[in-house]
C-alpha cells in the first residue's frame, strides 16, 4: 500500500531562518511521482513541484529546493530566508505507479508552518 | 473558466438529508479528483476520474457516497443520509492527465447537524 508521512505537525521559525519539511514515502511500486503542495490561510491547494522516480535530482526554484532520496524514501523541502508569507500548511503527496489506470494522489497529514517576523 | 470552481461554498443540512456537491474542472482536463478534508486534518482520497475510464473509487467511505462525472466535465458528489461525521471541506481537483499537477477548487464546506 501507497503511504505518506510528513512527522511534523507544526514548525515554528523565525523569519530568515531555513527550514525544512520531511517527508518519507512508502510504495511497492518501482514507478512513481511525487509532489508537494501549500494549502495557505485562504484555503486553496496550489501547487508546487512534481519529481518522478527516475529523476534523482535536487532541484532548486528561488528560496525553494527539495531533495529526494530514493535510497531513505525521502522527499525533503527546505524553504531558504523564510518570510511571513510562507506560513502555510504543505503536503507532500505520492501518485503511482505508471501505467496504472489510477492517477488518485496519497496525501501526507502536512506539516503546519508558522513563519514569525 | 479559469480555475477549478466548487459549488455550493457552504452547505448547512440536516442529519439524514441527501447533498450533492458540484464541481466544474477546468476545461480540457481529463483527470477529476475528490478529496475530503476534516478540520485540521489531511487529506482524504475519495474518488478519482480519468476521461471515459472506470473510476477510481477506492476511497468512497461508504455506500451513501457516489460520485459522477458527466461527459468528462463536471461532477457531482452525493452524499445520502448526512450524518454528522460528514461534515468536512470537500475538495475537489482536475489535472490535464494522470500524475500531472493537480489544480484545486476552493471546496464546499459541508456542515451536518
Known amino acids: 500500500a501507497q503511504k505518506v508521512t510528513q512527522a511534523q505537525t507544526e514548525i515554528s521559525v523565525v523569519e530568515k531562518e531555513d527550514v525544512t519539511l520531511d517527508c518519507v514515502y512508502e510504495?511497492?511500486?518501482?514507478?512513481?511521482?511525487l509532489f508537494w503542495y501549500k494549502q495557505p490561510p485562504s484555503g486553496e491547494l496550489v501547487f508546487l513541484i512534481r519529481?518522478?522516480?527516475?529523476?534523482?535530482q535536487n532541484e532548486i526554484s528561488g528560496r525553494y529546493s527539495w531533495n529526494f532520496q530514493k535510497s531513505t524514501s525521502s522527499f525533503n523541502f527546505t524553504i531558504t530566508a523564510s518570510q511571513v508569507v510562507d506560513s502555510a500548511v504543505y503536503f507532500c503527496a505520492l501518485s503511482g505507479p505508471l501505467g496504472s489506470n489510477t492517477g488518485k494522489l496519497i496525501f501526507g497529514q502536512g506539516t503546519t508552518l508558522q513563519v514569525k517576523p | 473558466g479559469a480555475g477549478v470552481s466548487q459549488s455550493p461554498s457552504n452547505k448547512v443540512t440536516e442529519k439524514g438529508k441527501d447533498v450533492e456537491l458540484r464541481c466544474d474542472p477546468i476545461s480540457g482536463h481529463t483527470a477529476l479528483y475528490w478529496y475530503r478534508q476534516s478540520l485540521g486534518q489531511g487529506l482524504e482520497f475519495l474518488i478519482y476520474?480519468?476521461?471515459?475510464?472506470?473510476?477510481?473509487k477506492s476511497g468512497l467511505p461508504s455506500d451513501r457516497f457516489s460520485a459522477e462525472r458527466t461527459g468528462g466535465s463536471v461532477s457531482t458528489l452525493t452524499i445520502q443520509r448526512t450524518q454528522q461525521e460528514d461534515s468536512a471541506v470537500y475538495l475537489c481537483?482536475?489535472?490535464?492527465?494522470?500524475?500531472?499537477?493537480?489544480?484545486f477548487g476552493q471546496g464546499t464546506r459541508l456542515t451536518v447537524v
Open positions: 476520474f480519468q476521461g471515459n475510464s472506470a473510476p477510481d
Open positions: 510504495t511497492r511500486d518501482t514507478t512513481y511521482y
Open positions: 481537483a482536475s489535472s490535464l492527465a494522470k500524475n500531472t499537477e493537480a489544480f
Open positions: 519529481r518522478n522516480s527516475f529523476d534523482e
